[in-house]
């Protein structure tokens, strides 16, 4: 039986266990979205994971929509990462890079532009500005010919996140952003080769997936999806043909691994379909939302997953792995209010068991 202590092959590297760092934004960069160097420690407190995926890094201006997140489209960007990869792989841990481009959730005060998505909708609820929330712009549809350009700005990022020393990178296709509102019918309305079909809708992921594996090797590209229920106002209303097909697709590119971020509980509309896309992908499949380690430790000793990520108990417990095993007390996160803010405070200040005790 396998245990989250396992060792688990990603691509060319081989983690010491299968409990991941779910990618988690936390706005602590500049306004011009360069990494600062309090990223350092709070990225190497963390090395225990499995694997450490990045908070969302916007791939250009355009796509940027999350005030002080750290991006990966320019070389000061891509140099200033540097020290926090160099900072986990001396630590002993291994990180990937999530890249973000964010479509119709883009704030015009933003990038300076309207934003694109697939269609011309807007998004429910209030964008994040560096002038407070401010309620979504309608979005303009994303011309077939600006098709290259977009993915050659994935590409190139990815290219960065190489070169500024990540293990690898993961395209965030999950949680109602750009690549999301093209997979899903709630948000594409399109009646081109990007819409309607399951095939069409699927087009963009695939196309910049392949992009991505040609650019750092498929061994070095994973990809997220959020299959079941409402993300930002993106749902689909039939999402299992649609995912199966997506991670049949991913399958045949080889990709390092899939993460699935499916939400469960009451609030959530859609069960999970993570049972039927087990069935439809033979890679490594990591599982996330709402785990507790008893429920990872089930899900990877059962075979429903070869890993589980972990966000919200990451930001409070620098040595989750470590207490896991140990089966030592977990602390809780501060305020919500401390995981996005530009302090200091609720950021790399929660102290491994060991220096608390
Ligand atoms: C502070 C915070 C920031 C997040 N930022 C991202 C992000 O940048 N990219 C992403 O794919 N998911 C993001 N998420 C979602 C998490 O990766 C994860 O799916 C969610 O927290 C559920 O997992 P958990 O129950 O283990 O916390 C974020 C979640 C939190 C709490």
């Given at each position: 039986?396998?245990?989250?202590?396992?060792?688990?092959?990603?691509?060319?590297?081989?983690?010491p266990?299968?409990?991941?760092?779910?990618?988690m934004?936390?706005a602590?960069?500049?306004?011009?979205?360069?990494?600062?160097?309090?990223?350092?420690?709070?990225?190497?407190?963390?090395?225990?994971?499995?694997?450490?995926?990045?908070?969302?890094?916007?791939?250009?201006?355009?796509?940027?929509?999350?005030?002080?997140?750290?991006?990966?489209?320019?070389?000061?960007q891509?140099?200033?990462?540097?020290?926090?990869?160099?900072?986990?792989?001396?630590?002993?841990?291994?990180?990937?890079?999530?890249?973000w481009?964010?479509?119709?959730?883009?704030?015009?005060?933003?990038?300076?532009?309207q934003?694109?998505?697939?269609?011309?909708?807007?998004?429910?609820g209030e964008?994040h500005?560096?002038?407070?929330?401010?309620?979504?712009?309608?979005?303009r549809?994303?011309?077939?010919?600006?098709?290259?350009?977009?993915?050659?700005?994935?590409?190139?990022?990815?290219?960065?996140?190489i070169a500024a020393?990540?293990?690898?990178?993961?395209?965030?296709?999950?949680?109602?952003?750009?690549?999301?509102?093209?997979?899903?019918?709630?948000?594409?309305?399109?009646?081109?080769?990007?819409?309607?079909?399951?095939?069409?809708r699927?087009?963009?992921?695939?196309?910049?997936?392949?992009?991505?594996?040609?650019?750092?090797?498929p061994?070095?590209?994973?990809?997220?999806?959020?299959?079941n229920?409402?993300s930002?106002?993106?749902?689909?209303?039939?999402?299992?043909?649609?995912?199966?097909h997506?991670?049949?697709?991913?399958?045949?590119?080889?990709?390092?691994?899939?993460?699935?971020?499916?939400?469960?509980?009451?609030?959530?509309?859609?069960?999970?379909?993570?049972?039927?896309i087990?069935?439809?992908?033979?890679?490594?499949?990591?599982?996330?939302?709402?785990?507790t380690?008893?429920?990872a430790?089930e899900?990877?000793?059962?075979?429903?997953?070869d890993?589980?990520?972990?966000?919200?108990?990451?930001?409070?417990?620098?040595?989750?792995?470590?207490?896991?095993?140990?089966?030592?007390p977990?602390?809780?996160?501060?305020?919500?209010a401390?995981?996005y803010?530009?302090e200091?405070?609720?950021?790399?200040d929660?102290?491994?068991?060991?220096?608390?005790?």
């Open positions: 039986m396998t245990s989250l202590f396992d060792p688990l092959a990603i691509g060319d590297i081989l983690l266990n299968r409990i991941l760092m779910a990618p934004t936390r602590r960069g500049t306004r011009q979205h360069v990494p600062l160097p309090r990223m350092v420690d709070y990225y190497a407190q963390r090395a225990g994971a499995g694997l450490i995926i990045s908070e969302a890094a916007p791939i250009s201006l355009h796509g940027a929509g999350w005030p002080y997140s750290p991006g990966l489209w320019t070389e000061e891509t140099e200033a990462w540097k020290p926090v990869t160099q900072a986990v792989h001396a630590a002993g841990g291994r990180i990937f890079a999530q890249l481009h964010m479509g119709r959730v883009v704030h015009p005060a933003m990038s300076g532009e934003p694109v998505s697939a269609s011309a909708t807007t998004a429910p964008a500005t560096y002038e407070g929330r401010q309620p979504y712009a309608e979005a549809p994303l011309r077939v010919d600006e098709v290259p350009a977009l993915i050659a700005d994935y590409v190139r990022a990815a290219r960065n996140a020393g990540f293990d690898g990178v993961q395209l965030h296709a999950a949680n109602g952003y750009l690549i999301d509102q093209f997979l899903r019918d709630s948000s594409n309305l399109r009646t081109d080769e990007y819409g309607g079909s399951i095939e069409n699927t087009r963009l992921l695939l196309e910049v997936t392949r992009a991505l594996a040609e650019a750092v090797g061994q070095r590209t994973s990809v997220r999806l959020s299959p229920g409402d930002q106002g993106v749902i689909d209303s039939n999402p299992e043909p649609l995912f199966t997506a991670v049949r697709e991913l399958d045949k590119i080889g990709i390092a691994f899939l993460e699935l971020r499916e939400p469960r509980g009451d609030a959530i509309t859609q069960p999970p379909i993570s049972p039927a087990r069935a439809n992908f033979s890679g490594v499949l990591v599982l996330n939302s709402d785990y380690p008893q429920e430790a899900a990877v000793e059962s075979g429903k997953a890993a589980v990520s972990f966000g919200r108990l990451f930001i409070a417990n620098p040595d989750l792995p470590e207490r896991i095993r140990r089966a030592l977990l602390a809780e996160p501060k305020p919500a401390t995981w803010s530009q200091d405070e609720g950021y790399a929660y102290p491994s068991y060991e220096a608390a005790a």
